[in-house]
């Protein structure tokens, strides 16, 4: 039996930014433990010039293939030189357009990037990115009837990670800390428009990230009460009772992703889907 490898190229091959593919080629990859992926990335390959050269340095390092390519004539090219040199690739947009093609009744279009056209959702986007900004740890409360989302939690929940990749998907989220023993703006009390969120985290999980920003942090810098656990499990009972006390939602982000927080969040509220 072939002894598993620790390690194989990955080469992604996409005629516009790649997201797609990084995104599918790491949910499969992670599915096989021991095995790291060293991608290869080739955005904006539109040319049989650039593909060439693309498939010159795939020879040179050889693995698994990934492509997304609206161009048939690049494509079949893809799938004829990876057959040579006996390498496995993968469209991984083709089956999903034929699958379209047939229920739809309709050929696609194939035009390259057309899922980044700068139409209505993309400066809703931008918008919302704008206002998130504006509106991180606290910022100008004042606006807090204007978001979509606001986010709370104690320091190191993932609030602005978390906010920004929220704001990437079109909503207006601010995000606020809360202090132990400091009430929230009245601000937020009184809006009505946005949901609003709590994040908690177990206590170790927030030590443990407290630690590593206090080793990268200047010279001198105390500190001793930012990560007691003790003063820690305080700060998470006070969010708790705050949100209870509204009737504002938890989520636990101890072994959450900001992607998986992200989604528990748009869970809440089905328009964002």
């Known amino acids: ?14 005629d516009s930014t790649g997201e797609t593919l990084m995104a599918a080629g790491r949910a499969a990859a992670a599915q096989f433990q021991g095995a790291q992926a060293l991608e290869h990335v080739y955005p904006l390959i539109r040319t049989r010039k650039q593909l060439f050269a693309v498939l010159d340095a795939i020879d040179g390092a050889p693995g698994i293939v990934l ?11 893809i799938e004829l030189k990876c057959r040579d040199m006996g390498l496995p690739s993968v469209s991984v947009l083709e089956p999903v357009i034929n ?21 209505e959702e993309y400066f809703k986007r931008i918008d919302a990115l704008n206002f998130t900004l504006d509106h991180d740890d606290g910022q100008l409360p004042a606006d807090f009837n204007e978001a979509d989302l606001v986010i709370l939690g104690i320091s190191r929940t993932s ?9 990437n998907r079109g909503i207006k989220t601010a995000n ?9 703006p009245q601000d937020l009390i009184k809006a009505t428009r946005p949901v609003v969120v709590g994040l ?11 630690q590593n920003r206090i080793l990268g942090a200047t010279t001198g810098y105390q500190g001793e009460h930012y990560t007691d656990r003790s003063l820690i499990s305080e700060e998470l009972k006070y969010a708790r009772s705050l ?26 509220r089905p328009k964002w889907r």
């Not at 039996?1 to 996409?14: A, D, G, P, V």
């Not at 009744?105 to 057309?114: E, H, L």
């Not at 908690?200 to 407290?210: E, F, H, L, M, P």
């Open 67 to 77: 492509y997304t390519i609206v161009d048939t004539e690049l494509a079949s090219i």
């Open 99 to 119: 699958v379209f093609q047939s229920y739809l009744g309709a050929p696609s279009r194939r035009r390259v990037g057309a899922q980044h056209d700068m139409g």
């Open 200 to 210: 908690i985290a177990s206590v170790d999980r927030i030590a443990q990230v407290r």
């Open 159 to 167: 609030k602005t990670p978390t906010s920004i990749y929220l704001a």
């Open 1 to 14: 039996m072939e002894q598993t490898k620790n390690y194989f190229h990955l080469h992604l091959i996409s």
């Open 243 to 268: 949100c209870e006390r509204h009737g504002w939602p938890v989520i636990d982000v101890t072994r959450r992703s900001i992607e998986e927080t992200a989604a528990a969040i748009l869970a809440l």
């Open 176 to 184: 606020i800390p809360i202090v132990h023993g400091v009430p929230l």
